[in-house]
């Protein structure tokens, strides 16, 4: 076992239902970076989010802490600076940690920890500040009707900003490789956020066209128990979703699906670039997403559901030399359970008012012991418009083969 600080990669994205990826059992999508990746760590199969969209998933990472241990619930709501995060951690053992793309912190404090940032989020994170618009693609990056109707081949500005994020991470690689040959040889700390495949379901026509014709309508139908006074009876009007037609569920799933590949593609130039300046060696490499997204599924999209296709996600390991190749754990984890890994990592004490658990030993070892426990919460403030103007307290518990979905004023779900 190496007693040397490890160089840590940690690639997040935003959006990836673990369901559409190669080493997850999907045969349709290409994703051969990410599935070389499992294929030298381990994979994760029950890993969750802390909350089914954006900023509370984020800033839970960030902290350890569930999305009510850190008041922040919503996509309105800022972290507090003074809760200690995972940047503040490594930067206090020494590292010097860099962020290069998508953090999504609303408020004042766009560092959190971070010792250095680069690229930013697409859009004004500060109070009070200036809605962005996408011009004929309006809507389509919310949870709106639009995101269908206005889905197939072309161009978004998401991708754009991705391949800034790719291009400014392999320059930041060159300048490790730079510094090595100075003599320079401190463990480095690189997060890489992406913004794919997060909608607009609007993907490069090239990529596109190899996916159409290939993928299939959602396997799940709507649930004959589910009646008119559910939220997600509620959630599916307030949005449109009902309004959509087949061919553009079609549509949007097969431009989902060259997102993905979008996306891979980026991540293997961010591999490629670590295997060319030999900056593999004791490197533990990361790979998750803040939430999935419903595809259709259930008469459903986006996030905003405790169904595993929105709160399950993607967790790859890769630790050459500590962690075995080609291995698969099934213990339900969660994003806050990677936040105390990055710390166990790096070699810090666990932050303090941590919810996580170092997912390490359990990486190691198949058997060593673990709870099959965990927790989601998604709420709403009625702020944003998407929302209609509803409040909502919604959380989800997964203990082992049982789930349990609570949804306040409304019918719960037990499965």
């Given at each position: 076992m190496s007693t040397?600080?490890?160089?840590?990669?940690?690639?997040?994205?935003?959006?990836h239902a673990s369901?559409?990826?190669?080493?997850?059992?999907?045969?349709i999508?290409q994703t051969?970076?990410l599935?070389?990746l499992a294929?030298?760590?381990v994979v994760f199969e029950?890993?969750?989010t802390?909350?089914?969209?954006?900023?509370?998933?984020?800033?839970s990472?960030?902290t350890?802490?569930?999305?009510?241990?850190q008041s922040?619930?919503?996509n309105?709501?800022?972290l507090?600076?003074d809760i200690?995060t995972?940047?503040h951690a490594l930067?206090?053992v020494g590292?010097?940690?860099?962020l290069?793309?998508?953090m999504?912190?609303i408020g004042p404090?766009?560092?959190?920890?971070?010792?250095?940032r680069?690229?930013?989020d697409h859009i004004?994170d500060?109070?009070g500040?200036f809605a962005?618009?996408?011009g004929?693609?309006?809507?389509?990056?919310?949870?709106?009707?639009?995101?269908?109707?206005?889905?197939?081949?072309g161009?978004?500005?998401?991708e754009?900003?991705?391949?800034?994020?790719t291009k400014n991470?392999?320059a930041y690689?060159d300048?490790?490789a730079?510094?090595?040959?100075?003599?320079n040889?401190?463990?480095?700390?690189l997060?890489?956020?992406?913004?794919?495949?997060?909608?607009?379901y609007v993907a490069?026509p090239?990529?596109?066209?190899?996916?159409e014709?290939?993928?299939?309508?959602?396997?799940?139908s709507r649930?004959?128990?589910e009646?008119?006074d559910?939220?997600l009876?509620w959630?599916r009007a307030q949005?449109?979703?009902n309004?959509?037609?087949?061919e553009?569920?079609i549509r949007?799933?097969?431009?989902y699906?060259?997102l993905?590949?979008?996306?891979?593609?980026?991540?293997?130039?961010v591999?490629?670039?670590l295997?060319?300046l030999d900056?593999?060696?004791?490197t533990?490499?990361?790979?998750?997403?803040?939430?999935?997204?419903?595809?259709?599924e259930r008469?459903?999209w986006?996030k905003q559901t405790?169904?595993d296709?929105a709160?399950?996600i993607?967790?790859?390991?890769?630790w050459?030399g500590?962690l075995k190749?080609g291995?698969?754990?099934d213990?339900i984890a969660?994003?806050?359970?990677v936040?105390a890994t990055?710390?166990?990592a790096?070699?810090?004490?666990?932050?303090?008012?941590i919810?996580?658990?170092?997912l390490?030993?359990v990486a190691?070892?198949?058997?060593?012991e673990w709870s099959?426990?965990?927790?989601?919460e998604?709420?709403?403030?009625?702020?944003l418009?998407?929302?209609g103007?509803?409040?909502?307290?919604?959380?989800?518990?997964?203990?082992?083969q049982?789930k349990?979905n609570?949804?306040h004023?409304c019918p719960s779900?037990?499965?």
């Open positions: 040397d600080r490890p160089n840590i990669v940690f690639i997040l994205s935003d959006q369901n559409v990826l190669g080493c997850y059992g999907d045969d999508v051969p970076n599935d070389r294929a030298e760590g029950n890993t969750y802390p909350s089914p969209i954006c900023v509370p998933a984020r800033m990472l960030l350890g802490r569930y999305p009510y241990r922040c619930w919503t309105s709501d800022a507090n600076s200690p995972t940047a930067g206090a590292y010097h940690p860099t290069i793309g998508r999504h912190a404090d766009q560092l959190h920890g971070y010792a250095r680069e690229i930013g004004t500060w109070y500040g962005y618009s996408l004929v693609l309006d809507k389509a990056q919310r949870p709106f009707k639009e995101s269908l109707v206005k889905s197939g081949p161009q978004m500005s998401y754009l900003v991705d391949r800034e994020v991470s392999l690689l300048e490790i730079e510094k090595r040959k100075n003599g040889n401190a463990p480095f700390s997060n890489v956020g992406f913004m794919l495949p997060h909608q607009p490069d090239e990529i596109y066209k190899l996916y014709g290939k993928v299939p309508p959602p396997k799940l649930p004959e128990e009646g008119d559910t939220y009876a959630w949005t449109g979703l309004e959509v037609s087949e553009d569920e949007a799933r097969t431009a699906y060259a993905v590949d979008t996306m891979d593609r980026e991540i293997g130039k591999l490629d670039k295997e060319e900056l593999l060696e004791n533990l490499i990361i790979y998750s997403s803040d939430h999935g997204d419903q595809l259709g008469d459903l986006w405790f169904y296709e709160a399950k993607p967790l790859i390991m890769k050459a500590e190749s291995e698969r754990r213990q969660n994003l806050v359970d936040s990055l710390v166990d790096g070699g810090h004490a666990p932050l303090p008012g919810d996580g658990k170092s390490l030993p190691r070892d198949g058997d060593a099959d426990t965990t927790y989601s998604y709420c709403t403030d009625g702020l418009a998407w929302s103007g509803r409040v909502l307290q919604s959380r989800m518990i997964r203990q082992g049982w349990f609570y949804y004023g779900q037990l499965f």
